[in-house]
Antibody, heavy 119, light 108 residues
Framework: QITLKESGPTLVKPTQTLTLTCTFSGFSLSTSGVGVGWIRQPPGKALEWLALIYWNDDKRYSPSLKSRLTITKDTSKNQVVLTMTNMDPVDTATYYC???????????WGQGTLVTVSS | SYVLTQPPSVSVAPGKTARITCGGNNIGSKSVHWYQQKPGQAPVLVVYDDSDRPSGIPERFSGSNSGNTATLTISSVEAGDEADYYCQVWDSSSDRVVFGGGTKLTVL
């Protein structure tokens, strides 16, 4: 059974850097074809893809946020970390991580973590 | 950039069939995934690769994809199907994930 869980601060100040950790079990991020992605959802709004990292350390970013995002993995700890710099109130959202494969999309998802950006 | 267009809302009576569309340029050439999101919950994959169902998803959920439109069909709709539904593709030309804007399914 695959599970993922997001962790990190619930409140950050404008201009600060957000660091979120996705801790997973039930799969290995060293298995060919496997990836972990980050997706966010502002309150009452649609899903927005942020970043994706693959088993071979290949990384992909949302073009609109690429300059602010970094995704890394620690295979030995079964963790994926997302950092987002220069946080703004418009970045207030629930942030999800999810297991990914090209054939099956994002499945399953973590429970999500709400991050509020406010001074 | 590649755009997926979904109707904001679809309404259907219980027991009827709901069809939720996802429009995109030549989307028929891409693999489309569909997610269901109920209030306060994380999204759940209900259809992948256009028309396949993950284990545990009822046969009432089906998908199709051709030309410029992909469709999620929910037959014999139940009150518990009321949720937001999102389509998603991988755009190989720009190397990125694309989500549709979501459709709110209301069961009357």
């Amino acid at each position: 059974q695959i599970t993922l869980k997001e962790s990190g601060p619930t409140l950050v100040k404008p201009t600060q850097t957000l660091t979120l950790t996705c801790t997973f079990s039930g799969f290995s991020l060293s298995t060919s074809g496997v990836g972990v992605g980050w997706i966010r959802q502002p309150p009452g709004k649609a899903l927005e893809w942020l970043a994706l990292i693959y088993w071979n350390d290949d990384k992909r970013y949302s073009p609109s946020l690429k300059s602010r995002l970094t995704i890394t993995k620690d295979t030995s700890k079964n963790q994926v970390v997302l950092t987002m710099t220069n946080m703004d109130p418009v970045d207030t959202a629930t942030y999800y991580c999810a297991h990914n494969s090209r054939q099956r999309g994002f499945d399953p998802w973590g429970q999500g973590t709400l991050v509020t950006v406010s001074s | 950039s590649y755009v997926l267009t979904q109707p904001p809302s679809v309404s259907v009576a219980p027991g009827k069939t709901a069809r939720i569309t996802c429009g995109g340029n030549n989307i028929g050439s891409k693999s489309v995934h569909w997610y269901q999101q109920k209030p306060g919950q994380a999204p759940v994959l209900v259809v992948y690769d256009d028309s396949d169902r993950p284990s545990g998803i009822p046969e009432r959920f089906s998908g199709s994809n051709s030309g410029n439109t992909a469709t999620l069909t929910i037959s014999s709709v139940e009150a518990g199907d009321e949720a937001d539904y999102y389509c998603q593709v991988w755009d190989s030309s720009s190397d990125r994930v694309v989500f549709g804007g979501g459709t709110k399914l209301t069961v009357l």
